[in-house]
């Protein structure tokens, strides 16, 4: 039996969790930002450091006592090493090389889009390479190969936005409260595709995204109707909403099924904060029982940002014996 706690704090959530390599998650507490950053319409940087240091270690202490464990119990401590905010991340780095090498710990640096591709094990402990990930953030879009674990292999991208960053934007431009991602969902499901708005890249024929263009089509959109002297709430604004999601899951689900297609694998993970998108999950669904692939996904409340997928990755990670102190974090960390 193998513990491993780990430590997340790149972005606005801050995460401590414990896995235990046979009875997995013994302890997994978060504390999100949000509402501190929701008044400033996004994350600032000075404000999220500040609050992961005073929120990290009474997260940690708490972990520990929810899986009735002590450090002395504690195998390996994993951290987020990168990409993030660099403030942020060295709050995360920094605690999590104390309390190493206080207590003789061994330490593992870990990647946030590793834990992101990994978590679906967090759900489903077979789910085994090789298979195609879906990861979709608010940082990123990206479709990749992953051979094994640790063997990670981009196979497309976006342009400019992420996709979670499109359904912010836009919300956003709608008046909804940041990160506008589950606002856009939840009135989505009162809405029409009333709107039908651009899928740029759909058809370019490779596995390339673009989000940036939505936009564009919003404030167009909005403008028209204001124009009309249309206001934009109730079934309007759930129509509007609607397109949205209707408009980027399109795109993501055209995508992963190519990159199904091309590669031969018939497995895919779905990650990151916009696997929560229920519309998304029943597209994707709905493709994997027609042509036979198999679909896995985090569970719901482990989608965005957490510390159990860092110690899930910390894990795998301490196997291959990957540990060594270092308060270097790496804010543009790439993952192939
Ligand atoms: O993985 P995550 O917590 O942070 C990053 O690493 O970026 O993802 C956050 C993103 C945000 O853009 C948020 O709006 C989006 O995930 N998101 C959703 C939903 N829940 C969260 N987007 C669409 N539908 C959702 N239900
Ligand atoms: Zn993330």
Same mark, same amino acid.
């Given at each position: 039996?193998?513990?491993?706690?780990?430590?997340?704090? @790149?972005?606005?959530?801050?995460?401590?969790?414990?896995?235990?390599?046979?009875?997995?998650?013994?302890?997994?507490?978060?504390?999100?930002?949000? $509402?501190?950053?929701?008044?400033?319409?996004?994350?600032?940087?000075?404000?999220?450091?500040?609050?992961?240091?005073?929120?990290?270690?009474?997260?940690? !202490?708490?972990?520990? /006592?929810?899986? #009735?464990?002590?450090?002395?119990?504690?195998?390996?401590?994993?951290?987020?090493?990168?990409?993030?905010?660099?403030?942020?991340?060295?709050?995360?780095?920094?605690?999590?090389?104390? /309390?190493?090498?206080?207590?003789?710990?061994?330490?593992? %640096?870990?990647?946030?889009?590793? &834990?992101?591709?990994?978590?679906?094990?967090?759900? $489903? #402990?077979?789910?085994?390479?090789?298979?195609?990930?879906?990861?979709? @953030?608010?940082?990123?879009?990206?479709?990749?190969?992953?051979?094994?674990?640790? @063997?990670?292999?981009?196979?497309? !991208?976006?342009? $400019?936005?992420?996709?979670?960053?499109?359904? !912010?934007?836009?919300?956003?431009?709608?008046?909804?409260?940041?990160?506008? +991602?589950?606002?856009?969902?939840?009135?989505?499901?009162?809405?029409?595709? @009333?709107? =039908?708005?651009?899928? %740029?890249?759909?058809?370019?024929?490779?596995?390339?995204?673009?989000?940036? &263009?939505?936009?564009?089509? *919003?404030?167009?959109?909005?403008?028209?109707?204001?124009?009309?002297?249309?206001?934009?709430? +109730?079934?309007?604004?759930? !129509?509007?909403?609607?397109? /949205?999601?209707?408009?980027?899951?399109?795109?993501?689900?055209?995508?992963?099924?190519?990159?199904?297609?091309?590669?031969?694998? #018939?497995?895919? *993970?779905?990650?990151?904060?916009?696997?929560?998108?229920?519309?998304?999950?029943?597209?994707?669904?709905?493709?994997?029982?027609?042509?036979?692939?198999?679909?896995?996904? =985090?569970?719901?409340?482990?989608?965005?940002?957490?510390?159990?997928? /860092?110690?899930?990755?910390?894990?795998?990670?301490?196997?291959?014996?990957?540990?060594?102190?270092?308060?270097?974090?790496?804010?543009?960390?790439?993952?192939?």
């Amino acid at each position: 039996m193998t513990l491993i706690l780990g430590i997340e704090s @790149s972005c606005d959530e801050t995460g401590v969790a414990i896995y235990d390599s046979e009875n997995g998650l013994l302890a997994n507490t978060l504390y999100s930002q949000i $509402d501190l950053h929701r008044q400033y319409g996004g994350v600032v940087p000075e404000l999220a450091s500040r609050d992961h240091l005073r929120k990290i270690i009474p997260l940690i !202490d708490e972990a520990l /006592i929810n899986a #009735k464990k002590t450090l002395n119990e504690i195998d390996a401590i994993a951290f987020t090493a990168g990409p993030g905010l660099n403030g942020a991340l060295l709050i995360g780095a920094t605690v999590a090389n104390s /309390i190493a090498f206080a207590n003789k710990i061994p330490l593992i %640096p870990v990647h946030h889009l590793e &834990g992101h591709i990994l978590s679906p094990i967090l759900a $489903d #402990k077979n789910l085994a390479p090789p298979f195609v990930a879906l990861l979709v @953030s608010g940082g990123h879009s990206q479709i990749i190969a992953v051979e094994k674990i640790g @063997s990670y292999h981009i196979l497309g !991208d976006t342009l $400019d936005d992420a996709s979670g960053e499109a359904f !912010d934007k836009t919300a956003k431009m709608l008046g909804l409260p940041y990160p506008g +991602g589950r606002y856009i969902a939840e009135l989505a499901r009162h809405g029409k595709e @009333s709107y =039908p708005l651009p899928r %740029p890249m759909l058809n370019s024929g490779n596995l390339t995204m673009s989000f940036s &263009g939505l936009k564009t089509a *919003v404030l167009t959109l909005i403008q028209n109707l204001e124009k009309q002297q249309i206001s934009i709430e +109730g079934q309007v604004l759930a !129509d509007i909403a609607k397109s /949205i999601e209707e408009a980027i899951t399109d795109v993501l689900v055209k995508k992963s099924m190519m990159a199904i297609k091309e590669t031969g694998i #018939k497995q895919l *993970v779905v990650c990151g904060g916009v696997s929560a998108n229920l519309t998304l999950r029943n597209k994707l669904n709905d493709y994997a029982k027609r042509h036979d692939y198999r679909i896995v996904y =985090p569970p719901l409340d482990l989608c965005t940002d957490n510390g159990a997928m /860092i110690a899930l990755a910390g894990y795998y990670r301490f196997k291959d014996r990957q540990s060594g102190y270092s308060f270097s974090v790496n804010p543009r960390w790439d993952l192939s």
